[in-house]
DNA sequence: ATGAAAGCGCTAACAG
DNA sequence: CTGTTAGCGCTTTCAT
């Protein structure tokens, strides 16, 4: 049996294909004419063709969302806040992974030029280049950014604001009575790495506090990572806190401490950034800074739609939202 | 400018439409033609349309893969095995959230019905209604499921083989020395939590093992449920070992365990489920059973790729895949 | 190697 | 409220 289409619809309701077009997409027909159609269609086990559709329409309803990898997705709550606006507009999500995509950086341009989705969300914490940015901007589609286009890119995009979020948390320990604050650095090709650290580093001027580059642990967002930091800066006696530019690192430094023999945060404090789940279960409880993620994939989310109805007024803007310090137990006050 | 299509690259180059097409499909065409096409396409920036060729070749080149929630991924080499065999085979795959849509189980079936993927894999590890897998044998593409169908559901189907992970769980603190072994049961919702508890209540049997109503604890997945679980069984001063159904309970009962001065695995042992990444870093490193995540994914797609090379002699099975025994540090020889 | 023409399944004027 | 008609942008015979 082939698939039926909106013809052979017609024909067995006695109609022709423009009523049927028009009763599937809710416009009136005769009430005798809507039971016959409702028949056929079952009969015939008929589904309208979407590609047949979206070829005369020059439109698809479906967003794409691009992610850096499917299967390592920290950032969870973001989708949860993109699919949520979205949804409430009609519009379907569909992700894309570019590990997956041989093509690189540029895979995703022709889900963009070749009409299979109406508008693009690229989700990444990786630097972008700015000759991906240039591309971008020549897109048929709509598209905004998560995570920080570090230039004036000229594209809308939504991140942390990153640089605040470490500037709390040494201010914070700066309140507590820490003068001595070590840090873990990230990778240098994400973008969150160089605006924490610039937190870290003029935090540190801002307050006064001395400022030693050996204190600063280049490392990899990792436990294990964050495990061999700290024990290359138990060799510095006078620190009493350590920044971590990220959870997992702090629990990896945690842990290093611990079976070193140190107590935290009695011996030594330590703080990290996300507000992972994990982050409240490992012992001390850590203090952190909570990001905030819903609200990112919303605003990111709520951007595109704008562009999407073409309003005017949406600038190509970069949105920087503010996080949260989460105070716990893995600091001491001195 | 509006996009351009085949006929502006066509008039632009001095040929007509089906040559463009043919060129653009790999066919040979002669140097001039190739270079004034080339030209052409640059200059108009054209990019061809997918709609309009899925509609008259009837393919998309694409895979759905429907998950549970986009959000929460536990499972995530399952989608790498996935992509790699996929992908190998020219496939793209997107990826749909469940979660978002309101349309409830079947929402996935319109992606099946209406063109808009060639086929579909749902991966879920909630226990499947008969109903639905009715549903599933009547859609229009071919379709695989990861996580067990509980029934003989007639559907091309794979899973770990969840009792007898179990089995190997009870069998190992058996032969250390335990005898009196509890058990933390997951949520009844998951197809998952049967089968580990009919493995951990048959190998008891099997071992003549007392089995006792009252050491099974109902859980839900979580570590906080664990930690909630721990603080029942503690009640029970025989008992030597927990078997935790999965590793985030395992955890949390660790906690819970130690929070009250027990040492593990001194005065207790514990073990659990999956081989998530934390299970080797909480202390003490968490006994387990590892989760072939990869080959599942690879399983469900080289199945899925039969089906669609219209391959007889794929039947519709259920595919259960070993899982392998994780020794570490949580289990005290008696 | 190329062009003309038909058609994929649907929507959207237009005329009634 | 309904039918007729003309495309949407592309692929694919069938000729040449």
């Known amino acids: 049996m082939d698939k039926s289409t909106i013809i052979d619809v017609a024909k067995l309701a006695n109609t022709s294909k423009s009523t049927v077009s028009r009763y599937l997409n809710g416009y009136k027909v005769k009430k005798e004419t809507k039971e016959a159609l409702d028949r056929a269609i079952r009969e015939l086990n008929y589904h309208p063709n979407a590609n047949a559709r979206r070829l005369v329409k020059n439109n698809t309803q479906v967003i794409g969302i691009v992610v850096d990898d499917i299967a390592n997705i920290f950032y969870a709550d973001i989708l949860r806040?993109?699919?949520?606006?979205?949804?409430?507009?009609?519009?379907?999500?569909?992700?894309?992974?570019?590990?997956?995509?041989?093509?690189?950086?540029?895979?995703?341009m022709d889900l963009a030029n070749e009409g299979e989705v109406d508008g693009l969300i690229l989700v990444s914490f990786?630097?972008?280049?700015?000759?991906?940015?240039?591309?971008?901007?020549?897109?048929a589609i709509p598209i905004v950014l998560i995570g920080d286009a570090d230039y004036d890119s000229g594209v809308f995009s939504v991140d942390v604001n990153n640089e605040l979020g470490i500037s709390e948390l040494v201010h914070y320990l700066y309140r507590i009575g820490h003068r001595n604050i070590a840090y873990i650095n990230g990778?240098?090709?994400?973008?969150?790495?160089?605006?924490?650290?610039?937190?870290?580093e003029n935090t540190l001027k801002e307050l006064g506090l001395s400022y030693k580059e050996s204190w600063i642990i280049d490392s990899d967002w990792t436990k294990a990572g964050g495990h061999k930091a700290m024990s290359e800066l138990l060799a510095f006696k006078d620190i009493t806190a350590v920044v971590s530019s990220n959870d997992e690192m702090a629990i990896?430094?945690?842990?290093?401490?611990?079976?070193?023999?140190?107590?935290?945060?009695?011996d030594l404090s330590i703080v990290g950034f996300d507000d992972t789940e994990v982050s409240k279960w490992v012992y001390p409880p850590l203090t952190t800074v909570k990001?905030?993620?819903?609200?990112?994939?919303?605003?990111?989310?709520?951007?595109?739609?704008?562009?999407?109805?073409?309003?005017q007024d949406i600038q190509e803007q970069r949105i920087l939202i503010d996080p949260k310090l989460v105070v716990r137990q893995s600091c001491r006050n001195l």
């Open 81 to 108: 806040g993109i699919e949520s606006v979205l949804n409430s507009y009609g519009y379907r999500c569909a992700y894309y992974s570019r590990t997956s995509n041989y093509q690189g950086e540029f895979g995703f």
């Open 126 to 139: 990786l630097k972008r280049s700015q000759e991906m940015l240039d591309e971008v901007k020549k897109l």
């Open 187 to 200: 990778p240098e090709h994400f973008s969150a790495s160089y605006w924490r650290k610039k937190g870290y």
């Open 252 to 266: 990896g430094a945690l842990l290093y401490a611990s079976e070193l023999g140190f107590h935290v945060p009695r």
């Open 291 to 311: 990001q905030p993620l819903h609200p990112m994939g919303e605003k990111a989310a709520t951007g595109l739609i704008a562009k999407l109805k073409g309003e």
